[in-house]
């Protein structure tokens, strides 16, 4: 796959004189950010169709080299977290009239999952070009200044995150340390951002609880750059991962109806399945159903 490459520039930042200031400011987006997630669904289902169409309609056969030639588009209704990214910075540049220098400070930033060895991958220097880096996931940042304190605000629609995402370097207020992202009863999702020691990136912290077991994981945030390879590396790289949904959100960044599903290793679709689940609009209760693929190839079922 080609190889990432991010800004030689550093980037802007917002200047703000006060905590009140800041806060005026979040407000603002996060009602922009909470707009686009009822607006636009998760759905890494067109996507993967539109690849495989394409594939099958070329002379390529081998598919790796078909993947590496293959130009990955960002359409309207097909949004990853590229497309969210890509859409919540357009909006946000509306706001330009009330907040000058947001526009200018916005960018996507790279982020490389479940890293197990933070220390050794933030240790090498800028770009971090490692051999076995992914950058799977893309979130919008801007850096900030509050009254001389610096930090990052960052914006993860693709993770259905309904909020301002506060980074501040000094730990201290803004910043937004853990917050429970999703609570269904049977699973818990709790997130956190800091600065580690070294500030070109923020650790995302990942606490998971599914009845009595617990996990945990981070993730690295490369902040120090705009990320340029966004649509060429991460949105390619989605298109060959192994599983899809396809997922509705309300304000809050809560399911509201959607399916998922993993991709079989053979072309058999016979005991296969996909989840369909949505929200009881007067319980609030999920509902999920599993059905099987193949029964939607048998006109009599359907």
């Known amino acids: ?59 390529e056969w081998d598919l790796k080299r078909f993947l590496r030639q293959y130009r990955p588009i960002i359409t309207d209704g097909h949004h990853t977290c590229v497309g969210l990214g890509l859409e ?9 009239a009330r907040w000058s220098q947001l526009a200018g400070a916005l960018q996507l930033v790279s982020c490389e999952e479940a890293v197990e060895d933070t220390t050794a991958y933030t240790a090498s220097p800028y770009p971090p070009s ?16 509050v009254a001389g304190r610096r930090g990052v605000l960052l914006l993860d629609p693709g993770y259905h995150v309904a909020r301002v995402i506060t980074v501040m370097e000094d730990g201290l207020y803004p910043h937004s340390g853990w917050f429970t992202q999703t609570d269904e009863g049977t699973v818990k999702k709790e997130y ?6 070294n500030k070109d990136y923020v650790v995302w912290e990942v606490a998971e609880t599914r009845g009595h077991a617990k ?88």
């Open 192 to 197: 956190m951002y800091a600065f580690g020691k």
């Open 88 to 96: 919540a910075i357009e909006r946000l540049h509306q706001l330009e």
């Open 130 to 145: 490692h051999i076995e880096t992914e950058k799977e996931h893309v979130l919008v940042c801007a850096h900030i200044s």
């Open 1 to 59: 796959l080609p190889q990432p490459v991010w800004s030689p520039l550093a980037p802007k930042t917002i200047e703000l004189k006060s905590v009140e200031h800041y806060e005026e400011l979040a407000l603002t987006i996060e009602l922009t950010v909470q707009q686009l997630l009822r607006d636009h669904t998760y759905n890494t289902v067109g996507n993967f169709l539109r690849f495989y169409k394409e594939y099958r309609g070329s002379d």
């Open 215 to 302: 996990k945990a994981y981070v993730s690295l945030i490369y902040v120090a750059r705009a990320f340029f390879s966004a649509v060429d590396v991460t949105e390619r790289r989605n298109l060959v991962y192994d599983f899809r949904s396809w997922l509705g959100r309300d304000t809050k960044g809560q399911i509201t109806a959607g399916i998922y599903f993993s991709i079989p290793d053979g072309i058999a679709l016979d005991g296969h399945m996909f989840t369909l689940l949505y929200t009881d609009p007067l319980s609030s209760v999920k509902h999920r159903l599993k059905l099987n693929f193949s029964s939607f190839l048998n006109q009599v079922i359907i």
